[in-house]
């Protein structure tokens, strides 16, 4: 059983979250093991099983970049570990702001800082754009394997601005 | 976890940092990346056009530990090495060398990626049969 399956709710990137939270608790009674301490052994360890899966589900698809993997896996939208792949063109974006990253590490300019914050917001913008009509149609529909590559695409290069923002908050206190 | 000393030296005393001219007729660039970790790595070789060797070789990567440290003993192993020889070089023998924990065994496959990439632009630019085969991991 998927983790959809299991709060009841449709395979989708963008999710009814007032549904999914009410269906957790709503397992969180039905599961909670103080109301099993008097059945038998198996039932127990049973219950303690779908307490947990209750959890670990719940944390997964209430955050939306945990959902969107969850979900790009779920379908077999995401290769191995290595084996995903980006254009040429965008690699060769993150090696421009990269290296602009580790000229401010070495001499830290708050112009140079803003032209990468500037471009960096650019990007996920543009980004952000790309994706959301594909996230917003997605209905778990088999002839919708192009819309999963395109959100494909969209979790990695979220990954490569994910780092590079962490990088830049380090200087936000400067 | 406990890192290899090779691995430590690589890391904190990375060789060969730098850029080639990729303009060059004998440079070569392989960029590569590893989306989980946001990881990329840019490796170039430069080959003498008289001998067919790789007589320098230049990295630049933003990722972890062990994708620095391999980037930083693939261009080590390609200086001095011939295209043929160069191809030689796979993941494992760079997991060997680094003693890498299975966890980052995708860093030194990066590192084959971006040597076979450097390659195969360097062939191509020079009008030579590519020779680089599409990668088997």
């Known amino acids: 059983m998927n983790y959809f399956e299991f709060f009841d709710l449709p395979v989708r990137f963008i999710l009814d979250e007032a549904a999914l939270k009410r269906q957790f608790y ?14 038998s052994e198996s039932k127990q360890a049973e219950i303690l099983e779908l307490s947990t899966l209750n959890n670990q589900a719940y944390q ?10 969850y979900v790009l896996e779920l379908k077999g939208a995401l290769a191995e570990e290595g084996k995903n792949k980006l254009p040429q063109a965008f690699l060769l974006e993150m090696m421009d702001i990269n290296e602009a990253l580790m000229e401010l590490e070495f001499d830290f300019e708050q ?50 601005l994910l780092r590079i923002k962490e990088n830049l908050n380090k200087f936000a206190s400067l | 976890m406990a890192y290899s000393d090779k691995l430590l030296e690589h890391f904190k005393h ?13 440079v070569g660039t392989g960029l590569v990346g590893a989306p989980e970790c946001g990881d990329v790595m840019r490796l170039q070789i430069e080959v003498d056009e008289a001998t067919g060797m790789i007589k320098d070789a230049k990295f630049k990567t933003f990722g972890c530990g062990s994708a620095i440290a391999s980037s930083s003993l693939a261009t080590e192993w390609l200086k001095g090495k011939s295209i043929d020889e160069a191809l030689t070089i796979d993941n494992m023998t760079i997991v060997e060398e680094l003693a890498l924990p299975p966890v980052k065994i995708h860093c030194s496959v990066l590192a084959e990626d971006a040597i076979k990439g450097a390659i195969k632009d360097y062939q191509e630019k020079n009008g030579i049969t590519v020779t680089v085969e599409e990668s088997s991991h």
């Open chain 1, 111 to 160: 112009e140079a800082y803003q032209r990468v914050l500037s471009s960096l917001e650019a990007q996920q913008s543009a980004l952000d754009a790309s994706v959301a009509s594909a996230l917003a149609t997605y209905e778990d529909l088999p002839e919708q394997t192009a819309l999963l590559d395109t959100i494909k695409n969209y979790y990695l290069k979220k990954r490569y």
């Open chain 2, 14 to 26: 990375p060789k060969n940092v730098g850029t080639l001219d990729k303009s060059k007729k004998t």
């Open chain 1, 60 to 69: 997964t698809l209430v955050d939306f970049d945990k959902r969107m993997k």
């Open chain 1, 26 to 39: 709503v397992n969180s009674k039905k599961y909670h093991p103080d109301f099993y301490t008097l059945a």
